[in-house]
């Protein structure tokens, strides 16, 4: 603190309360008046003012009042000199915004007192400040991080969607329809369907441990595991003799397991749920990989679930899996849901369950394709009270008419 203001409209008062400070190593201004010290502050950076309470015009209580009522961002602290001594006058002047108060006629020894102790007020002052300031400027570059982050994460929502490709595919013996919804910007859950051969169409269904960015990396990544119809680039497929075939529902899991613990290197894992269909004449192969069971719904609107459960992709060496089949009848249809299906809670924190959405299944089950996939997603935000939902919703629906030119 350096800059001191006097402000006494006795020439003398001011000179001896000067002298001092200037002895002291202050700079010193002086003002006759209130109206001249707020012209004075209003010019230079005042640290301390010593005011005298009683003045002719603007006395210092209402100096004081004034100065506390400007808008500044730089504090200065206010020391009344007064020769009143009725405590409750002293209390107005610390009520209208002095820090503190001085007697006349003033001791030289208490007055420096007074005015180191303003000092370690005005450092505190002053630290919380620059404090403030570095916690604005931070929280700037944190808005506009996060802004940015944000942008790159919609763009990222928007290019995992766009692994969809088709959210409904028409078949001349059936449909695939399929439906994502994350969590947040980005998920773990997948969904997808590919040619295998003119008869054949994998379709499947997988959910990487985890949420966020990490997650929704892998899961680009294992999809790209299951696009396209060339060995090469699909590991649901293989070389044979005649051309493409289709890989045994069990070594695809065991395929992504060996992927996911060797090459892919990473300690986070997936469930898998994966069907070949034949469109010809409704068979399917299956594996279920830790993922929720497959749903066969019947013509009549029953519901029969699939599978035996099974160890995650990614999470054991050398796990074995183990595939199964089954045949769809003409009006059936296969439907695979992720676990932010079956364990969504409603608001007492119960799941919903394999039984509560096999009920669901067969009260809509005169709906088809995306229109099922649409009321299912209806009929979860019921549930849960809201579409805020916890974790990833992801269906994959493969609805079989029967064979070509028969109708269902």
Known sequence: MRNVLVVDDSRA??????????????????????????????????????????????????????LRQQDSERYTYF?????????????????????????????????????????????????????NELLTDTLVKLRNLYAALDRDLVDARNLQQSLLREPHHRYDTGAISVMLRP????????????EI?????????FDVSGHGVASALLT????????????????????????????????????????????????????LAYAEINRTNGKLRLVQAGHPHPLLQHADGSVTI??????????????????FETTLQPGERLILVSDGVTECPNPQQEELGHERLNRILTRLADLRGNALLEALMWELATWHDSEDFPDDISYALFEYDGPAGEVA
């Not at 969590?183 to 590919?194: A, I």
């Not at 045994?248 to 992927?259: G, T």
Request: proline share 4%.
């Open 220 to 271: 680009a990544r294992l999809s790209g595991l299951l696009s396209g119809a060339s060995s090469d680039h699909n590991i649901a497929v293989e070389h044979g003799p005649d051309g493409p075939m289709g890989r045994a529902p069990a070594q695809v899991a065991k395929v992504m397991n060996e992927l996911m613990l060797g090459e892919i290197e990473t300690d986070r894992y997936a469930t």
């Open 306 to 323: 699939l599978g035996q459960g099974g160890l995650p992709v990614g999470l054991l060496e050398g796990a074995e899996y183990f595939g």
């Open 13 to 66: 008062q001011r000179l001896v309360l000067a002298a001092g400070l200037r002895k002291w190593g202050y700079c010193v201004h002086q003002a006759e008046s209130g109206a001249q010290a707020l012209e004075i502050i209003a010019k230079h950076e005042i640290d301390l003012v010593l005011s005298d309470w009683m003045m002719p015009g603007m006395n210092g209580i209402e100096f004081c009042r004034t």
């Open 79 to 131: 020391i009344l000199l007064t020769s009143k001594s009725d405590k409750a006058a002293v209390a107005e002047g610390l009520e209208v915004g002095a820090d503190d108060y001085l007697a006349k006629p003033v001791d030289s020894g208490e007055l420096r007192a007074r005015i180191k102790a303003g000092e370690r007020v005005l450092a505190m002052e002053r630290a919380l400040r620059g404090n």
């Open 197 to 205: 051969t003119p008869e054949l169409t994998g379709m499947y269904g």
């Open 183 to 194: 969590s947040g910007h980005v998920g773990g859950d997948m969904v997808g369907f590919f």
